[in-house]
């Protein structure tokens, strides 16, 4: 290898002499793919269970993020004592299909809204389990921050151009 070359050996980026797998971008972003669609459509997947208008919608999203918080601050403690994530974002990935199949295949709307329920308590866990995964997997404070933080830039961008976006009012 040509020692001169950016990030190589001998070069003045040695978070890039060898790059991050693939499964280090997966473990972060995948959650919080699953996370921002759910959270984005989560009000119209309610508004559509029954006659209820905007502001009950919105209301009826809080129990499933309550519940969501308590399963991401339960799933931390105990992964960081029990020094296991893997098992713990199966399970979580586990009960968000649970949900999503709740949602799919019932016509009844209360089992439906329990299955927002589950999607939430599957889906949150994982991303700060991910997140915390790779932090503690990946060597080196450069190499560390590059590996958190890598497909942040491409999801925080607005979704929509700025020209689509409804008015400010303050």
Not at 2 to 17: Q, V
Not at 122 to 147: C, H, L, M
Not at 153 to 163: A, C, G, K, N, V
């Amino acid at each position: 290898p040509n020692p001169e070359r950016r990030g190589g050996e001998g070069g003045n980026l040695p978070c890039l002499s060898r790059p991050l797998p693939l499964s280090t971008w997966t473990k972060t972003n995948r959650p919080r793919l699953a996370r921002y669609s759910f959270s984005l459509f989560l009000p119209t997947i309610i508004k559509s269970l029954g006659t209820f208008d905007v502001k009950t919608s919105q209301l009826m999203t809080v129990p499933p993020y309550i519940a969501a918080c308590i399963c991401c601050i339960t799933a931390g403690w105990l992964a960081d004592r029990q020094g296991r994530r893997g098992i713990y974002m199966i399970f979580f990935n586990c009960v968000a299909i649970l949900g999503f199949i709740l949602q799919i295949c019932s016509n009844n709307t209360s089992v439906k809204y329990a299955g927002t329920f589950f999607a939430a308590m599957g889906i949150y866990p994982n991303v700060p389990q991910g997140v915390a995964w790779n932090g503690n997997n990946i060597g080196g404070s450069t190499k560390r921050g590059v590996g958190i933080g890598r497909g942040t830039p491409l999801l925080t961008r607005p979704p929509f151009p700025s020209s689509s976006s409804p008015p400010a009012s303050l």
